[in-house]
């Protein structure tokens, strides 16, 4: 086995051993390796054959290797869970890559584990396949997220509500896996000092520049302004915003029932149990400074001895979110419209006519004659007699990104064994800025309303 595999490293279960348990990946009747990563593992130092033949992409670890399940809690549409944790995932330890950077190896749908509770452990190939997907959309569009390594088939089918699906087990890698909802667990299971372990953890892992836990929290919320001002300019909708699935390191994880905007409308929805709409398209940043507060909250203790000057200094620094995602997303506005400067007022008037015009957000702006877009062109125009785009476009807008219509058709057609349809969507995204000749139908938008069930 290669040195980076051998030498899987616990830098996290050292640090907060109260917050992992060990845990070992259940057996697998008949793994197979469906589709590996060859380019990330290139990045991490890693031979692909080797990995396959290895048995880590389904949990099969060298001597002396420890994989543990990781312990959180969370607010699941704004409800607080106490223990949540990895209940069908495994954290098989850290690989440091040649450039010296630090990625967890993470499995997801190999097996229960005691944070399981009704969940039988497993995962369904399409779910699998839709966040290997996706992630590598997001990562072409140049978006900080975790990234699939390989899905692996099982050889076992699943039992979930649309009849048995074929199981598969997701290896995953991303800078951690820490999350708000695991400083929310810290808190409440272990109070100041265990928040004090994991917090010196994440500041050395994530943010080394912080001077202070003030500072350490004030970066965190400047990288999940940055992070969802990026998801709103690519019309991206995660779906399941909830506290244990926003990051520390500001990367986007746990792509479940989520999805890429046609028509634009803030009010957006894709996930089947969001009935409120709760993590619509336009909630987003709202909703991520909610979760943000709850990291505040555990913080408190530890940001001043002094509960009143906690909470007073925690709010100045929350509260700093809409600034900073405004700066992000008028500046990506700016770059979306070939302008030098932000311009406000014309993005909030071209937001108002998309919406009132039901237009296509990804298509309106790699448009030959955005014009044709519109119904009312008279609106249309009166709006682009102010528009004076000076710089290239093309590099800020991307021609294809994952369609949903075109994601289901391509997950069917790979739960049917037709692995086809998926390699070619995976091979468009993968390179979204670049005109692909004859692949003219992954720039239509569908004819919605889609809901993305969501199984798992
Ligand atoms: N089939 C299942 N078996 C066991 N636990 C499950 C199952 N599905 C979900 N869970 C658990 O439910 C909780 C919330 O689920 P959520 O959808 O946020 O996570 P997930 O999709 O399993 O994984 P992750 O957030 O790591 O990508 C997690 O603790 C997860 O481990």
Known sequence: MSTAVSQLEHTYADAVPDLVL??????????????????????????PRE?????????????????????????????????????????LGEIVDPQGHRHDLHLKGSGRTRFARGGDGRAALGPMLREYLMGEAMHALGIPTSRGLAVST????????????????????????????????????????????????????????????????????????????????????????NTDNTTISGETIDYGPCAFMDRYDPQTVFSSIDHAGRYAYGNQPPIARWNLARLGEALLPLIDEDSDTAIEKATAVVQEFGEVYERHFQAGMAAKLGLREPDPDLVADLLALLHAQQVDWTGFFRAGTPRDLFLDRDAYDAWAARWHPELDRDHAN????????????????????????????????????????????????????FVTYCGT
């Open 22 to 47: 060990n845990w070992s990946a259940a057996p697998v009747r008949n793994p197979s390796a469906l589709v590996v990563n060859d380019e990330l593992a290139a990045e991490l130092g890693l031979d």
């Open 51 to 91: 990995l396959v033949g290895s048995g880590l992409l389904t949990g099969t670890v060298p001597e002396g290797v420890q994989p543990v399940a990781m312990a959180y809690s969370g607010h699941q549409f704004g409800m607080y869970q106490p223990r949540l944790g990895d209940g069908r995932a495994l954290l």
């Open 154 to 241: 099982t050889g076992e089918d699943v039992p979930r509500d649309t009849g048995l699906l074929p199981g598969a087990v997701l290896a995953r890698v991303a800078s951690s896996h820490i999350r708000v909802g695991t400083f929310q667990y810290a808190a409440a299971t272990g109070g100041p000092d265990l928040v004090r372990a994991l917090t010196d953890h994440a500041i050395a892992r994530h943010h080394p520049e912080a001077t202070d836990v003030l500072d350490f929290y004030r970066r965190v919320v400047h990288a999940q302004a940055a992070l969802i001002a990026q998801w709103m300019l690519v019309g991206f909708v995660h779906g399941v915003m």
């Open 398 to 449: 991307p021609l294809y990104v994952p369609r949903n219509h075109l994601v289901d058709e391509a997950l069917t057609a790979a739960e049917q064994g037709d692995l086809a349809p998926f390699l070619e969507i995976l091979e468009v995204v993968s390179a979204p800025y670049t005109e692909q000749p004859g692949r003219e139908r992954y720039t239509e938008p569908g004819s919605g309303p």
